[in-house]
């Protein structure tokens, strides 16, 4: 029914079609640094420092339970931060990677992880000190930080 050429055409523009549109896909372009933050921005050490700066609104015996619910939702963080990332145009984590905006996600996901699971342990809303005690847990990982902001746009 089909000629020949008629046939090795349509499946040679199939063939094409189909890697071409595959290549043409955006996709994640996120460095190490970037991943290592996701999943090792909160140690135990560093939120009982951070928690202990406000001992009188956060009580001791209440650290390691905050603790263990930081930990039970960092297992999320990577999937929150691509989800924020997707409502932006262009999408900053994929090529190129854009390390202030995507920085700039993972921050607010981080704090609202911590800010969540301090708040489920605690009865007091304070101001201020909730920003304090994130504001610590930053300077723990600010080299960390600072290498990711250096990744340069690829």
């Known amino acids: 029914m089909f000629s020949k050429n008629f046939k090795i055409f349509l499946l040679s ?25 996701e999943r090792n921005f909160f140690t135990r050490k560093d939120v009982f420092q951070a928690l202990d700066m406000y001992p009188l609104m956060v009580y001791t015996s209440t650290w390691d339970a905050i603790y263990q619910e930081i930990k039970y939702q960092s297992a999320s963080i990577p999937d929150r931060v691509r989800a924020e990332a997707k409502l932006l145009n262009p999408n900053p984590l994929q090529h190129p990677f854009d390390p202030k905006k995507s920085l700039d996600i993972l921050k607010v996901v981080l704090f609202t992880t911590f800010k969540e699971a301090v708040l489920k342990y605690t009865v007091e809303r304070f101001d201020g000190a909730m920003e304090t005690m994130f504001d610590y847990l930053l300077e723990q990982n600010e080299y960390q930080w600072q290498l990711c902001l250096r990744s340069k746009k690829r």
Do not use: M, V, W
Not at 13 to 37: M, N, R, T, V
């Open 13 to 37: 523009f199939c063939f094409f079609g189909f890697f071409s549109s595959a290549s043409l896909k955006a996709y994640e372009d996120i460095p190490a640094c970037f991943k290592d933050l």
